[in-house]
């Protein structure tokens, strides 16, 4: 079975552009979930979906954004990037009513 | 507010010592604890879930609620263990997993 994939690995973008990042979760999954961990300051939640709804996001700007699609598949959007944004998103996802989560490499995020 | 402390960033062991990974939380409900496993150039992985009560790659950890604490513990430590390892927490009232800032397990031969 595949586990949770991630494009791109690596992403360079500058400072102001907009950075798009996809996920597709393991087949049977419908929850994704991304995460934020930056140096320094550990792995952050950022957002859930669930059946192509929003259902909970963290403490970020609304600039952070995402969809879910009918495959379930996931997108984070971060427009007007900034430097502290740097940093590894990973892409996690669950079947419904279970908690542990699985995660994906990663995309590592570099603004410059 | 949930919360997930592990006091140490770095173990270092010999092999074949044992070890205790710290995990405390913070929940006023009931808790969903989680130990995941980072190795070298690999993806975050579910090691062991406190529900299960299972022991794998010989680490178990107990949940001891009136401690709060979720430790992990091997009896005897393999150089293969080397990892960062993250204590996480979930629960009914926010569906999302809420990570310690993980400790680094050093085995050196």
């Known amino acids: 079975e595949a586990g949770v994939t991630q494009s791109p690995t690596h992403l360079i973008k500058t400072r102001g552009q907009q950075a798009t990042l996809r996920c597709s979760p393991i087949?049977?999954?419908?929850?994704v979930y991304w995460y934020q961990q930056a140096l320094g300051l550990g792995l952050q939640f950022l957002l859930w979906y669930d059946e192509g709804e929003e259902r909970n996001r963290g403490n970020f700007p609304p600039r952070f954004s995402g969809r879910q699609f009918p495959n379930y598949s996931s997108e984070l959007n971060v427009n007007a990037l900034e430097l502290e944004d740097s940093a590894l998103y990973l892409c996690?996802?669950?079947?419904?009513?279970?908690?542990?989560?699985?995660f994906g490499p990663g995309t590592r995020l570099t603004v410059t | 507010a949930q919360r997930v402390t592990q006091p140490e960033k770095l173990l270092s062991v010999f092999k074949g010592a044992p070890v205790e990974l710290k995990c405390n939380y913070s929940?006023?409900?009931?808790?969903?604890l989680f130990w995941y496993v980072q190795y070298s150039r690999q993806r975050l992985q579910l090691l062991l879930r406190h529900i299960s009560r299972e022991s794998i790659k010989g680490f178990t950890a107990d949940l001891n609620k009136g401690e709060t604490s979720f430790h992990l513990k091997k009896p005897f430590a393999q150089e293969e263990d080397s990892a960062m390892y993250y204590c996480?927490?979930?629960?009914?009232?926010?569906?999302?997993?809420?990570f310690g800032t993980g400790t680094r397990l050093l085995v050196s031969p």
């Open positions: 996690a996802s669950t079947i419904v009513g279970a908690y542990e989560q699985y």
């Open positions: 929940y006023s409900g009931s808790p969903e």
């Open positions: 996480a927490l979930s629960g009914r009232s926010f569906q999302k997993l809420v």
């Open positions: 087949s049977g999954h419908t929850s």
